[in-house]
DNA sequence: TCGGCATATCGATCATCATCAATCTATCCA
DNA sequence: TGGATAGATTGATGATGATCGATATGCCGA
C-alpha cells in the first residue's frame, strides 16, 4: 500500500497448473501456482532425515545406496525410511532403480542445483 | 549396505547445536544437528504464501513492503500474513524495521543465496 | 487525552505430517 | 516349491502447522 493516495505498482501474475513450473518471462511476483509447486519442492526439503538421507546418498559409493544403508545412520524404522524416500523421489530430487531384491536410490543429476536456482530467481 | 561382507565405508559427523550451521571441513554426511538447523530454513521456504511474500517483499519499490501492502494480494487475514512474516524473520531471511505506525520487512541481504548453496553443499 | 489505525499476540480449530507396527509383494536361493 | 530377505504399503497415532476471530499494544492526529 502507498501512503501518498497513489495506486500501488505491484502486479499478481497467475498461470494454470500446466505452466506452474516455467517462469513466464515479464514476471513481476509470485502466482499462487506457482508457489504451490515450488512449496511443494521445499517441502521435501523441510524435513532433518530427508536432508540426511540426500546427503548420505550424495556422499555413497557410486552415487548410489540402498535402503538397508539408510535405516541405521537414520535411526528410524524401514517403513519410515521407505516413506521419506519416495517424497524425494515424487520430489524429482531422488532416482529410484530396482536391481534384484534391492532398490538403488542416486539423486536426480542436476536436481538440487535448480532447486537452488529457484532461490536466486525468487 | 556392502553386500559383498565388508563393513560399510560411510562416516556420520555429529556436531553440537552451536555449530550447526558451520560445516566442519572433513564432513562427509550431514549429522543430525546440522540437518535439524537446515530444515528449519527450508521449513519456512515450504508454504506458497511465504514464498510468494517473499517475492512480493523482493519486488517492491525501494525493496521493502509493509503488512498492509502483503495481506490483499495473498487474500490472507492480518494476523495470518504477521504469523508468516515472523516465521520468515525468525529464518533469517526478512529484516523487519518499524517506523512509526508501520512495519516494513526487506529481504535480508545474501540470506536467499547462501540458502540455496546449502544445496549445492548438500 | 482520546479515538482510530497498523500490527502483534493469543486461543482454538482443522489439516497435514512423521513415525511405527503389521502386512503385503517380489525376488532370490536351496 | 518353500523359506528367507528387501522393500513398499496400509492404518493408526501423536505432533506440528496454517488459519481465523478476538484482543492487546503502540503510535499518531485531533
Known sequence: MVHNGGMTTLQIVESTAAEACCTPSGMQVLGADEAQGKAQLFKALADPNRLRLLSIVKASDGGEACV????EPL?????????????????GLLHREKRGTWAYYSLVPGALERTADLLSAL
Chains 1, 2 share one sequence.
Not at 535411526?75 to 520430489?91: E, F, N, W
Open 68 to 71: 538397508c544403508d539408510l535405516t
Open 75 to 91: 535411526d528410524l524404522g524401514q517403513p519410515t525410511v521407505s516413506h521419506h524416500l519416495k517424497i524425494l523421489v515424487d520430489a
